[in-house]
């Protein structure tokens, strides 16, 4: 059956795609804080692989509890280097270059170890492991034995 005509008016608005504003266009061009921490991880373990162990140490040091209480991965591990398990140079080393992840994705201590754990495993051939982020960094070290 034939279709009836539409006014020129409708046409236009069926075929018009509407523009982005240039916050849109940016926002769009800008990573999101998961994908930001896992280039910047990722290049690092292309670029040393020998440093992966010490992201993948840090982030099972730093999530790892006995409790049951929700408590994980939480950026404690930075204040927690002086305990026996922590013990190495290599876990000093990792922190460092997460402070500069920290710096330049604007994300927590405890999204920056957590994810880029992730990435070393996936940089190295590994699976791919979803982390979300939006974790809450705490400000001193959780107790010991936790």
Do not use: Y
């Not at 504003?21 to 292309?46: F, H, L």
């Amino acid at each position: 059956f034939p279709v009836p005509p539409l006014p020129r008016r409708d046409i236009f608005v069926i075929g018009a795609t509407p523009l982005a504003t240039a916050p849109q266009m940016a926002a769009a061009s800008v990573p999101s804080a998961g994908q930001c921490i896992r280039d910047m991880a990722t290049k690092n373990a292309q670029r040393d692989p020998d440093s992966a162990p010490s992201f993948l140490r840090l982030a099972f040091h730093d999530a790892a509890t006995k409790r049951s209480d929700g408590q994980g991965p939480n950026g404690s591990i930075r204040f927690e280097l002086t305990r026996n398990e922590n013990i190495g140079p290599s876990l000093r080393q990792a922190l460092q270059f997460i402070e500069e992840i920290v710096g330049k994705c604007q994300v927590s201590w405890a999204d920056a170890i957590a994810v880029s754990g992730a990435a070393v495993v996936e940089a190295l051939g590994g699976p791919k492991i979803d982390v979300p982020t939006g974790r809450k960094d705490v400000t001193m070290e959780d107790a010991e034995n936790r």
